[in-house]
């Protein structure tokens, strides 16, 4: 599909802003660990049917780079949405969301390190404007506001799950090139699965239980589909069509997307700093997004 990568690449924070949503809504209700567990144990029964003849065809392949596709599960699937759901028993969903900001921060140095792939003056610029609408929004327009802004155990883990999803976004540069769509993912789904089926058990073990109850169900349903199964393939292609560089600047919609899913659903009003903070945004990723291709 001729799919402009920027569709894609704004499609996926929007999906998992909502994750964050009602992963933070659902925190009493259901533990981390089993949240990230049923998550991904749902999106590989649906993969499954999707993918069983490709995995089979690509089986010399996948054998072939076992490594760095268990690498890659065991950053996203295993720890990644682990850690985020672990850190939103604490944090508030404002520092929540500056975290996630932070990633396309993040991708610059560990590109430089792995790949010694330089971030070109205007995609800096564009990371840099971008970040600055961010935080606009996070602190209302108001500096007291950010600086009153604090740390707890729930932002260190989200930071720390930052740091992991920087990483697989450099690695996907490396994946193999037989593997795209559905059957990548279906790869890594299954490679990050048992060793978080592993840490469910201990979360079981510790009596940490849930109930099946219809907003429960609900929940899972939205996580298996849309931030597991859309959102990744939508932000995988665009990384392999932009680089990771210029695909990581559109994490920062994130906090816009959370924005407009308060309004919409909360009937919370936007003010005059989301509508700067937004603008200072969409510049950014104008910015970063131009020019040639790294």
Same mark, same amino acid.
């Given at each position: 599909?001729?799919?402009?990568?920027? /569709?894609?690449?704004?499609?996926?924070?929007?999906?998992?802003?909502?994750?964050?949503?009602?992963?933070?809504?659902?925190? %009493?209700?259901?533990?981390?660990?089993?949240?990230?567990?049923?998550?991904?144990?749902?999106?590989?029964?649906?993969?499954?049917?999707?993918?069983? $003849?490709?995995? $089979?065809?690509?089986?010399?392949?996948?054998?072939?780079?076992?490594?760095?596709?268990?690498?890659?599960?065991?950053?996203?699937?295993?720890?990644?949405?682990?850690?985020?759901?672990?850190?939103?028993?604490?944090?508030?969903?404002?520092?929540?969301?500056?975290?996630?900001?932070?990633?396309?921060?993040?991708?610059?140095?560990?590109?430089?390190?792995?790949?010694?792939?330089?971030?070109?003056? $205007?995609?800096?610029?564009?990371?840099?404007?971008?970040?600055?609408?961010?935080?606009?929004?996070?602190?209302?327009?108001r500096l007291e506001v950010l600086l009153g802004l604090h740390l707890n155990q729930g932002d260190v883990w989200l930071f720390v799950a930052m740091v992991l999803w920087a990483f697989y976004t450099v690695l996907?540069?490396?994946?193999?090139?037989?593997?795209?769509?559905?059957?990548?993912?279906?790869?890594?789904?299954?490679?990050?699965?048992?060793?978080?089926?592993?840490?469910?058990? %201990?979360?079981?073990?510790?009596?940490?239980t849930f109930t099946l109850t219809p907003a429960v169900a609900m929940s899972f349903a939205y996580f298996g589909i849309f931030p597991s199964i859309l959102s990744n393939l939508c932000f995988n292609k665009g990384?392999?069509?932009?680089?990771?560089?210029?695909?990581?600047?559109?994490?920062? /919609?994130?906090?816009?997307?959370?924005?407009?899913?308060?309004?919409?659903?909360?009937?919370?009003?936007?003010?005059?700093?989301?509508?700067?903070?937004?603008?200072?945004?969409?510049?950014?990723?104008?910015?970063?997004?131009?020019?040639?291709?790294?």
């Open positions: 599909m001729r799919t402009s990568p920027y /569709l894609l690449l704004s499609l996926a924070p929007l999906f998992w802003a909502l994750n964050m949503v009602i992963g933070r809504a659902m925190r %009493f209700d259901i533990p981390p660990v089993a949240m990230s567990f049923w998550r991904w144990a749902l999106a590989g029964v649906i993969l499954l049917p999707f993918v069983a $003849r490709d995995l $089979r065809a690509h089986w010399p392949a996948i054998r072939a780079s076992w490594r760095i596709l268990a690498l890659l599960g065991l950053l996203s699937v295993t720890l990644f949405n682990t850690l985020c759901y672990i850190g939103l028993q604490w944090t508030t969903a404002t520092n929540g969301t500056l975290l996630n900001s932070v990633i396309p921060v993040l991708i610059i140095p560990i590109a430089w390190i792995l790949l010694h792939e330089r971030s070109r003056p $205007r995609q800096s610029a564009g990371v840099a404007v971008s970040l600055l609408g961010v935080l606009v929004i996070v602190s209302q327009g996907l540069r490396w994946r193999p090139k037989e593997l795209s769509g559905l059957p990548f993912l279906a790869c890594i789904v299954y490679f990050g699965l048992p060793l978080l089926g592993v840490a469910y058990l %201990f979360e079981l073990a510790s009596g940490r990384v392999a069509m932009v680089g990771p560089n210029r695909a990581g600047v559109f994490v920062h /919609l994130m906090p816009v997307f959370g924005i407009m899913l308060s309004a919409f659903l909360l009937g919370e009003r936007p003010q005059w700093h989301h509508v700067a903070g937004m603008a200072l945004v969409f510049a950014g990723i104008a910015l970063s997004s131009s020019g040639r291709r790294l």
